[in-house]
């Protein structure tokens, strides 16, 4: 299994910037790691990502040096596994409220003895089994494989102080979207009490000594970097959304200054 760079910049205490995908396209994650970004969430649980295409999209984003980590649409074993068979090195699990549920999702993650997730000693992370043995590949596979848990609803922040006692957890990321609706502000991440929760909860992280990361506008990253939070993500969207509006915007210029 190959070493995972994520997990090694956030324990050095490095920031990383990643990019979700919603769609299955190796060449997209390819060129998001010739781009330079840390890791690209591969979404299952928003879109059209599958297991079977995922694998080509980790392939891809090994290739290009940016760590694949996959959202599954839920917190079970059986729909954690086939992702993490496939390669991926990470998972971040949605809608985490509950210390329990945090020991799930570690349990679904790690073999024995921080978990009870299935042995297959010739998936492609195991390198189809062609060398080594399976107890060094259990060694590594705990080692590098990482796991991060959204904290998406009011109950998971009220739950921080029980959630950061569980071991195996890399990240814990609070995802402003579903935060502000559970507060009854549907898509007003910006709003002042929205804000005043995502900050008390990236206090109880850091001050437990853990991982933080948030979802949040990118006029907002300044504002939570100062607070101590490493892992942040943007999306294929919003960046070409924004490299297309200057491109545009620009040519539009120049036509016009050219009298076209």
């Known amino acids: 299994m190959r070493e995972n760079t994520l997990k090694q910049k ?13 769609f299955p396209s190796p ?5 998001l790691g010739a781009l330079g970004f840390d890791w690209v969430l ?7 990502i599958t297991v079977d295409n995922s694998e080509d999209m980790i392939r891809a984003a090994e290739l290009s040096g940016i ?13 954690i596994a086939p992702f993490l068979d496939r390669g991926a090195w990470g998972v971040q699990v949605p809608h985490v409220n509950t210390p329990a549920e945090a020991f799930a999702a570690v349990d679904a993650v790690k073999y024995y003895p921080q978990g009870h997730r299935g042995i297959f000693s010739r998936s492609r992370p195991a390198g189809y089994g062609f060398s080594g043995s399976t107890g060094d590949y259990i060694e590594e596979a705990n080692r590098n494989t990482l796991v991060c848990l959204m904290l ?12 950061v006692q569980v071991d195996g ?4 990321f609070i995802g402003s979207g579903d935060l502000s609706q559970s507060m009854g502000y549907p898509g007003q991440q910006t709003h002042p009490e929205v804000q005043e929760v995502m900050e008390r909860g990236v206090k ?57």
């Open 67 to 79: 760590a694949p980590i996959v959202r599954p649409v839920g917190n079970k074993p059986e729909i």
């Open 42 to 48: 591969i979404d299952n649980e928003h879109g059209s």
């Open 204 to 260: 109880v992280i850091t001050g437990a000594g853990r991982v933080a990361g948030v979802s949040c506008p990118d006029s907002l990253v300044p504002k939570y970097l100062d607070l101590g939070v490493q892992y942040f993500h943007g999306n294929v969207g919003t960046l070409l959304q924004t490299s297309s509006e200057a491109y545009l915007n620009t040519m539009r210029q120049s036509a016009a200054a050219a009298g076209l």
């Open 169 to 172: 957890v890399d990240v814990f």
């Open 27 to 31: 060449p997209v994650v390819e060129m």
């Open 152 to 163: 998406e609803e009011v109950e998971a922040i009220d739950n921080l102080e029980g959630l």
């Open 10 to 22: 956030l324990q050095a205490g490095n920031a990383v910037f990643g990019v979700m995908i919603t």
